[in-house]
C-alpha cells in the first residue's frame, strides 16, 4: 500500500511512523523543514492527567501522545523528555474556585491531578510569588524539546522504512480514475508528480487550503501564536508552566462570532491573558500564550510585553530579564474547538488528521497513530465520535 503524508511535523511524522511499522510505502511530503511550523515552535508541554476510568478520545489523544513519547525515548533518542509534570499556578479567588472544581470533577473520573496550597507550592517551585495562591499540579504531564522530537519521529520512521522529502509543495491533488490520489509537487521551481493509494493531509492550519483543491471545505482556521525567551539563566524552576487565568475564563466563554473557542482575543479585542512556558535545559526560559485569529507571523510586541507581565506577576525574578528573542507561527484551530481525524467523506482513500488548536505537539503523536489505522483499514480502540470527520468535513460552498 503506497501512501503519501502531507505535513513534516508532530502529527505527519509519527503518522508515517506508525504506517512504516505496519509494512506501508510511506512518503512524507514537507514544503519547508521538518518541524518547520507550529511542532517546532512551542514550549514542548505534554499534557497528562492520567487515563481515568473512562477514558474519552481527548485523554486517549494526550495519555497516547505520551506514550508514545516514552517509547521513542527508550528506542535510545535524546529529546529532552522530562516527566516532572506541570503546575497551573492560580492567582486570584475566582480562579481557586475554578481550579478546585476542575480537580474535584477530574479526580472523581479518576484523574491524577491535585490541587496544591500556596505552602505546597513554594515548596516544589520556591522561585513562584509567594502571593499565589496554589496551583494545579499534574505529576503526570511532561515536557520535551520540540525540533529534536519531531526529527526523531522523522528519523525513527525512515529508519523502518519510510521516506521523507522536504522542500516539495502540495500544488495539486486530484484522484485517479482506476482508484487512488495524484499529487503534483513544486520542488526547486520544477513540477513533479506523485501518485499513492491513499493520501493523509496533516498540514496544520493549511489543511483547509488542500481541502479546497478537492473541493472540500475543511474547518479549520489558523490562529496566531507567539513566544519570548530570554538568554540562558542559571536554573529557576522545575517544571513546565501555565497560568489559570485563561482556562478560568475559557470555562464559561460561549463564542458567539463564529471564531474557535478557547482565543485570547475577539476581533481587536483582549478578553483573556493565556500562559504557558518552562526553561529549556539550555537554560533558556520562554513563555507565550497569546491566541489571534490571524494568518500571518507577525510578533506583536505589545502582546509579548502583556505575556512577559503575566510571566513576572507568577515568578517576579523574571523581571529582570528582558527578552532576548521573539518569535511567532500559526496554529491549526477547529471551528467548533474538536480534533479532526478520520477519513474525508465521499473521497475514498483521502484522510484528514488536524484541528489539534495549541495542543499539536502534546496530541500530535497519538493523533497520527490514529489516522494510520484507519488508513491501514483497522477499528481504532477509541471512540471516534467526538474527533471524526462526519458530519464535520462538507462539499465546498460554491
Known amino acids: 500500500m503506497q501512501v503519501v503524508v502531507i505535513g513534516g511535523g508532530i502529527v505527519g511524522t509519527s503518522t508515517a511512523l506508525t504506517l512504516a511499522e505496519h509494512g506501508a510505502d510511506v512518503t512524507v511530503l514537507e514544503r519547508g523543514t521538518i518541524a518547520g511550523e507550529a511542532s517546532g515552535l512551542n514550549a514542548g508541554v505534554i499534557g497528562g492527567g492520567g487515563w481515568g476510568d473512562r477514558p474519552d478520545a481527548n485523554v486517549a489523544l494526550k495519555m497516547g501522545s505520551r506514550e508514545r513519547y516514552v517509547d521513542l525515548a527508550e528506542r535510545g533518542y535524546d529529546f529532552g523528555l522530562d516527566l516532572s509534570g506541570t ?10 474556585n475554578w481550579a478546585r472544581a476542575s480537580v474535584d470533577a477530574d479526580r472523581l473520573a479518576g ?15 520556591p522561585a513562584a510569588d509567594p502571593a499565589l495562591l496554589g496551583a494545579i499540579f499534574d505529576p503526570m504531564a511532561a515536557r520535551a524539546e520540540p525540533v529534536a522530537s519531531t526529527e526523531a519521529f522523522a528519523t525513527e520512521a525512515v529508519t523502518v522504512g519510510a521516506t521523507v522529502r522536504t ?23 520544477s513540477v513533479q508528480s506523485i501518485g499513492a493509494d491513499a493520501v493523509v493531509i496533516a498540514a496544520g492550519p493549511w489543511c483547509a487550503r488542500l481541502g479546497s483543491l478537492v473541493d472540500v471545505d475543511i474547518p479549520i482556521v489558523p490562529v496566531r501564536g507567539q513566544m519570548w525567551a530570554t538568554a540562558r539563566q542559571p536554573p529557576m524552576f522545575r517544571h513546565a508552566i501555565a497560568g489559570a487565568e485563561s482556562f478560568c475564563a475559557w470555562s464559561s466563554e460561549t463564542p458567539t462570532d463564529g471564531a474557535p473557542p478557547n482565543l485570547t482575543h475577539r476581533g481587536d479585542a483582549r478578553t483573556t491573558r493565556h ?7 539550555n537554560g533558556e526560559i520562554i513563555f507565550g500564550g497569546d491566541r489571534v485569529l490571524a494568518d500571518d507571523r507577525a510578533v506583536d510586541d505589545a502582546g509579548i510585553a502583556v505575556n512577559h507581565a503575566h510571566a513576572t506577576e507568577v515568578f517576579p525574578d523574571l523581571g529582570a530579564l528582558q527578552p532576548t ?15 479532526l481525524i478520520g477519513p474525508i467523506p465521499g473521497h475514498e482513500g483521502l484522510f484528514l488528521a488536524g484541528g489539534l488548536a495549541s495542543g499539536g505537539f502534546g496530541r500530535g503523536p497519538m493523533t497520527g497513530r490514529l489516522v494510520a489505522e484507519l488508513v491501514l483499514g483497522h477499528e481504532p480502540n477509541v471512540d471516534m465520535t ?10 465546498r460552498r460554491v
Not at 467526538?386 to 462539499?395: F, M
Open 87 to 96: 503546575l497551573t499556578m492560580i492567582r486570584t479567588p475566582a480562579e481557586w
Open 111 to 125: 484523574h491524577c491531578f491535585e490541587l496544591l496550597d500556596a505552602d505546597d507550592l513554594m515548596a516544589l517551585e
Open 167 to 189: 522542500g516539495c509543495a502540495v500544488t495539486d491533488l486530484r484522484p485517479t480514475a482506476g482508484g487512488g490520489w495524484e499529487l503534483d509537487l513544486e520542488i526547486d521551481r
Open 325 to 339: 528573542r521573539t518569535w511567532a507561527g500559526l496554529m491549526p484551530f477547529s471551528v467548533d474547538g474538536r480534533p
Open 386 to 395: 467526538p474527533i471524526d470527520t462526519a458530519g464535520r468535513v462538507s462539499p
Open 275 to 281: 500562559l504557558y512556558g518552562c526553561q529549556r535545559p
